[in-house]
């Protein structure tokens, strides 16, 4: 059955935050990311490709159009493979495990990279401030390439995972331009790493809670790097 | 005087890489960027801002409005300033400091961050394959964050920097998702670090040159790191 247009404009709607929030479904694209979701325990609800012979090979994937897949796609340049998911709602993570929390991170790329590192380097618990960008939308999902689903995301509605961490005497350790040399830290574990954004640094709200500073040494000109350069080369350091 | 039509014209049409390449000039946007070009021994043909205040500061430096910096801007969101830049070619690097040779890297983002990240560890030569995404490409610019003006950048036009890195004697590593673990890897010094791009790896015309293999340990679920999130790890281990 050919998909119908009611639901390519439903489809395509999710590429605004306010229906992916109504609706509690986001899209992945991607062959990566779709194959990543159904392995998953991501409840994936419909899966497009414009592969024949991929959809055989794939139950309840639906064949679709070239034409039809760059109407519902988010991308300049879709791919062959796109699925529509669930949002999963992540409780709270206990503190027996690695936490990382991101401070108002806006830039859509530098969170799905910072995600992709994370879950490289095994860090599954990842907390996001109310402010940062929404983690469904197709920049982010597009970077994490697939690791999304292998992370657990609480997002910190409430602001209060940093105090109630303090409260639990877990140590608090912020990146910032001017702290320990990071080749001498060695952290406790579990530890929590704060990341704030490159234009405006770990906000105030959060900064209180940070009790330790760490900082990439510069041999260079430049003023600072990347923020998922930065919070990779924390998490490759500490792992 | 007040920028003519012709001028906005010819400053946008370096938006396309021929241009770039026939009159020889490029554009760098942002306060950050513009400041670093011209504290550089980069030749700034023109200066424009929105700012009356920053003009005055700079000598040379011409006030447009929001709508002439709209038109003249490659950004989505322009920012306040902008400077048209002479291009500048540079020598093949000497044997005498590390190199790093980035083989068919496209993305124009990861470009300019790798650029970002080397100036930071220190590392001021940077050879590009002759397939690499133009340097000089406005995504490239923006995403170096000025670091591009402390950086040397030579085009291995002639595909034979390798050959002769490897006939000097030079130790030429790759990254490779199968090599030493990075961590216990100590690199002679001067050495050239291989980057390949993350959907093709190190091509085949680069890999007989590359004597070792280093990897960087997981211990997750993602299958990959993002090119400049690697490039920045080894330089960050390795300084």
């Known amino acids: 059955m050919p998909i ?18 109504s609706d509690r479904l986001f899209l992945v694209e991607g062959k990566k ?6 392995a998953s325990d991501w ?15 794939h139950t309840g994937a639906e064949c679709i159009t070239v034409l039809e897949m760059q109407q519902i796609s988010a991308l300049n340049s879709p791919s062959e493979h796109l699925a529509c998911i669930a949002l999963k709602t992540f409780g709270r993570p206990d503190v027996k495990e690695n936490v990382l929390y991101l401070d108002g991170i806006r830039d859509p790329g530098n969170l799905g990279t910072i995600i992709r590192s994370a ?34 995301i ?47 640094g770990i ?13 990439i040494g510069s041999r260079g000109g430049a003023e600072s790097l990347n923020a998922a350069i930065a919070t990779s080369i924390i998490l490759h350091q500490w792992s």
């Open 4 to 21: 119908s247009k009611a639901q390519i404009k439903r489809l395509k709607a999710l590429h605004q935050a306010k229906f992916r929030l």
């Open 33 to 38: 990311g779709v194959e990543e979701a159904l």
């Open 43 to 57: 409840e994936v609800q419909s899966v497009y490709s414009t592969d024949e012979n991929w959809v055989q090979t």
């Open 119 to 152: 879950d490289w380097f095994g860090w599954k618990k990842v907390v996001l401030s109310n402010d940062c960008v929404d983690f469904t939308n197709p920049k982010v999902v597009q970077s994490t390439m697939g690791s999304l689903f292998h992370t657990s």
């Open 154 to 200: 609480f997002i910190d509605e409430e602001a209060n995972f940093l105090s109630q961490a303090h409260h639990q005497n877990l140590p608090i350790w912020g990146a910032d331009l001017k702290g320990e040399d990071l080749k001498k830290t060695i952290p406790a574990n579990p530890v929590v790493l704060v990341i704030g954004s490159e234009s405006h």
């Open 203 to 215: 906000r105030k709200e959060a900064a209180p809670w940070v009790q330790h500073q760490v900082t």
